[in-house]
Nanobody, 124 residues
Framework: EEQVEESGGGLVQPGGSVTLSCRTS????????IGWFRQAPGQERESVAC???????ATVDSVKGRFTVSGDNAKNTVFLRMNSLKPEDTAVYYC??????????????????WGQGTQVTVSS
């Protein structure tokens, strides 16, 4: 069974950093892209970043330059490093997987395998 599981959330001070992990199981990354998403209270879920099977990445404008996505295939894990965090980054962060032969880009939509999410709260 294809599964993803997030970890690493918590309380972070404004300007601080945290790294989220997304551990995958039941599939190999050579067929899948991994996406990161977030949902703030009262808001719709939004895309944050993605990484494809050859580690080509993309981030949305609101986090560009602050968030970085990377992968470790040996550990079946994808990471989201978040720097210079702001209170508006407070949200439940989700990782998800989708199958597809993406090489030059990675998709920010169409994900089918979702984790339970991990809370990130940015507050002093």
């Amino acid at each position: 069974e294809e599964q993803v599981e997030e970890s690493g959330g918590g309380l972070v001070q404004p300007g601080g950093s945290v790294t989220l992990s997304c551990r995958t199981s039941g599939f190999t990354r050579d067929e899948y892209s991994i996406g990161w998403f977030r949902q703030a209270p009262g808001q719709e879920r939004e895309s944050v970043a993605c990484i494809n099977k050859v580690d080509r990445t993309a981030t949305v404008d609101s986090v560009k330059g602050r968030f970085t996505v990377s992968g470790d295939n040996a550990k079946n894990t994808v990471f989201l490093r978040m720097n210079s965090l702001k209170p508006e980054d407070t949200a439940v962060y989700y990782c998800a997987a989708r199958k597809g032969n993406y090489v030059y880009t990675c998709p920010l939509t169409g994900y089918t395998v979702w984790g339970q999410g991990t809370q990130v709260t940015v507050s002093s």
